[in-house]
């Protein structure tokens, strides 16, 4: 999968998919992720990509002709399935899109600034607008840098068996169950017996009795869903 993304501000993309299971989808050629820098692709002076929004009021508008530049370029070598737009007033990521998206071969993502983009580019350009929770964040960078990662861990061949995303929270509407590692006791805190007990039949059995525990308690609303 390739996932292209573009930001005013692509530093900040530089360390989110060097280091663990991205580094390692990508050393491996199942995730190629390429930043694109706005500013490379505005005709307006001094690199400018965003102006005024008619009608008055406060805050700048990212204008929609670096965009269409930028997007139109990258479309010369590149079909997309996807041009996402990371905004706040997008609808709100969760397991299942991840699941989604980690099954198409190319993405582009757009991350939104200021007080948002010229609505013609969300008329005509963009397929999907996402956002990846209700509070606002000074752009779209890290909400990309949390798809990238969501989808990602999902293509296949990315993680092992131990880390399989099989057993994630979400993947079946409940919530991942405790876990423990050595010691057996730390200042008199025990591991529960049951997993020490080598009953791998019962130590499902507890996993799965925690989990609906654990998701009644903190997330009920989970366990209404299909
Ligand atoms: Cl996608 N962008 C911004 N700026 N803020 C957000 C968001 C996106 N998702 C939640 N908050």
């Keep these: 999968m390739k996932i292209d993304i573009i930001s005013v501000v692509p530093a900040l993309l530089d360390s989110p998919f060097a280091h ?13 992720v390429n930043c694109i820098n706005l500013r490379d692709h505005t005709t307006y002076a001094r690199a400018q990509v965003d102006d005024y929004a ?36 997008g609808e709100t990521f969760n397991q299942q899109t991840a ?27 963009i397929t999907r607008e996402i956002s990846i929770g209700d509070y606002v964040l000074s752009g779209g960078e890290l909400a990309a840098a949390v798809l990238v990662d969501a989808i990602g861990r999902l293509i296949p061949g990315v993680l092992n068996d131990e880390t399989s995303a099989l057993t994630d929270s979400f993947q079946d509407n409940l919530l991942a169950p405790p876990v423990y590692t ?28 925690q989990a609906m525990l654990r998701t009644a308690e ?9």
């Design 99 to 125: 699941n989604q998206l980690s099954l198409k071969n190319n993405l582009l993502l757009i991350c939104g600034h200021y007080k948002g983009v010229d609505q013609r580019l969300r008329d005509h350009f």
């Design 20 to 32: 663990s299971i991205m580094k390692r989808a990508r050393d491996k050629g199942l995730l190629e």
């Design 182 to 209: 050595r010691p057996v006791e730390f200042r008199t805190w025990k591991v529960p017996d049951i997993l020490l007990s080598g009953n791998h039949a019962r130590i499902e059995q507890w996993r799965h009795d």
């Design 218 to 226: 903190r997330r009920p609303d989970l366990l209404n869903r299909e």
């Design 54 to 89: 008619f009608g008055g009021g406060a805050g700048m508008v990212m204008m929609i002709e670096p965009l269409v530049n930028a997007i139109e370029s990258l479309q010369k070598h590149t079909s997309y399935d996807e041009i996402i737009f990371l905004t706040p007033d």
